[in-house]
Structures are given as structure tokens and as C-alpha cells.
């Protein structure tokens, strides 16, 4: 089983400043025959069910703001949000589809 | 518009069987594997497993083999978790989501439905 670990577990950013977001998985999640990672970046506001934000790492899912940027490839992966606002308030878990699913145990964000 | 919408709230006993439902809509509800995961209270996400409606094929995470089964309804496009016997240790909010075509990504999600199974 490919185990997902998140760091920091929660992270408090001041409002317009950068939150960054780590993700490490056990074993690469890189397939070779078409180069592409299978991680993925859900984002849970409080009450909500997840929401898809991307996926191969780094394809933003329609509709999402591109101060969402995720980058890395094999085992290390990093979610960013260029300049936090309000509405960014969540969990975010990372998952990886690469064998069957696992996700991370998630990172709280708020704000400062 | 894609929508998964499931069935309310619950409230067991330990021992009780409980079925709760995802009906989905604004898609070919038979074309795209429907997975469940589960959300304990305060904690993260854990993959349940999968079910194909179109032929019933499922796929459940070892952690979940033996505990839940996995149905749907093609005809009313809807998909069911199911226990058996239900503990306490059940309690929590479920959560199906579509599969996207590509494979354990879950593009869709409901909205949840929780479960409290308390004596």
C-alpha cells in the first residue's frame, strides 16, 4: 500500500500571503510508459464534502482559481496557494490513484 | 450538471442494519464507477472501495472486505452502502463520489450522509 503523509499538519497564513503544502508518498507515484504523476489535491471547507482542485499534480480542474498551483513528481509533491483569501479556509488532502487510492491524513489552513 | 445526492441522516443502534443510498444524475449513471468514502468524526478521508453500476463489478479496500457491501440500481441510477450489523466504531459521515475516467479519481462528489450508531 502507497502511504500518503502531509506536512505541516495544519499551517496558519496571513491573508494575500503564500501557504505551501507538502505531500510525500512512500513509493513514486510517477507511471512511466506516460510520464505523468497520479496525485491529486481535494480541498474540505468546514460542512462540505471534498472538491476536486488537481489532478496528474499539476492540471488545475476546471474553475479553479490559478492562485492553486500544485508541482513535484515522484514521491514529493507541493500544493500552493500563491495569495491566501478567506474563502480558502479548509482541510486539504492529497491522494494518490496510482495503485488503488490512499490519501493524506490532511492539512488545515487558516488564517492568521 | 453532474449531481450525487444522497440519502439523510441516521441514527442506529449497535447491531442494526442500516442500507443508505447515492443517486446520481446529469450523467450515463452506468458508465462511471461510483466509489465510498468514509470521514470518522474530526479525521480524514479513507477509500472504501468502488462499484461499477453498469454489471455490479466492486472493488473494496482490504480494510473494508467483509464489513460493507456495495449494490446499485441501474434502473433508478442509484448506488447503496450497506452493514449488516453496525458498531459504534461506524459512526461517521459517508461520502460517495464519481470515478473520472480516469481511474480512483473522484471528480463528483455527494454530499454526504452521516451516520450515528450509539446505544
Known amino acids: 500500500d502507497i502511504v500518503m503523509t502531509q506536512s505541516p499538519d495544519s499551517l496558519a497564513v496571513s491573508l494575500g500571503e503564500r501557504a505551501t503544502i507538502n505531500c510525500k508518498s512512500s513509493?513514486?507515484?510517477?507511471?512511466?510508459?506516460?510520464?505523468?504523476?497520479?496525485l491529486a489535491w481535494y480541498q474540505q471547507k468546514p460542512g462540505q464534502p471534498p472538491k476536486l482542485l488537481i489532478y496528474?499534480?499539476?492540471t488545475r480542474e476546471s474553475g479553479v482559481p490559478d492562485r492553486f498551483t500544485g508541482s513535484g513528481s515522484g514521491t514529493d509533491f507541493t500544493l500552493t496557494i500563491s495569495s491566501l483569501q478567506a474563502e480558502d479556509v479548509a482541510v486539504y488532502y492529497c491522494?494518490?490513484?496510482?495503485?488503488?487510492?490512499?490519501f493524506g491524513q490532511g492539512t488545515k489552513v487558516e488564517i492568521k | 450538471e453532474v449531481q450525487l445526492v444522497q440519502s439523510g441522516a441516521e441514527v442506529k443502534k449497535p447491531g442494526e442494519s442500516l442500507k443508505i443510498s447515492c443517486k446520481g444524475s446529469?450523467?450515463?449513471?452506468?458508465?462511471?464507477?461510483i466509489g465510498w468514502v468514509r470521514q470518522m468524526p474530526g479525521k480524514g478521508l479513507e477509500w472504501m472501495g468502488i462499484?461499477?453500476?453498469?454489471?455490479?463489478?466492486?472493488k473494496y479496500s482490504p480494510s473494508f472486505q467483509g464489513q460493507v457491501t456495495f449494490s446499485a440500481d441501474k434502473s433508478v441510477s442509484t448506488a447503496y452502502l450497506q452493514w449488516s450489523s453496525l458498531k459504534a466504531s461506524d459512526t461517521a459521515m459517508y461520502y460517495c463520489?464519481?470515478?473520472?475516467?480516469?481511474?480512483?479519481?473522484?471528480?463528483?462528489w455527494g454530499q454526504g450522509t452521516l451516520v450515528t450508531v450509539s446505544s
Open positions: 462499484i461499477y453500476p453498469g454489471d455490479s463489478d466492486t
Open positions: 513509493q513514486s507515484v510517477l507511471y512511466s510508459s506516460n510520464n505523468k504523476n497520479y
Open positions: 446529469g450523467y450515463s449513471f452506468t458508465s462511471y464507477w
Open positions: 496528474w499534480a499539476s
Open positions: 491522494q494518490q490513484y496510482y495503485s488503488t487510492t490512499s
Open positions: 463520489a464519481r470515478v473520472a475516467t480516469i481511474s480512483y479519481l473522484f471528480d463528483y
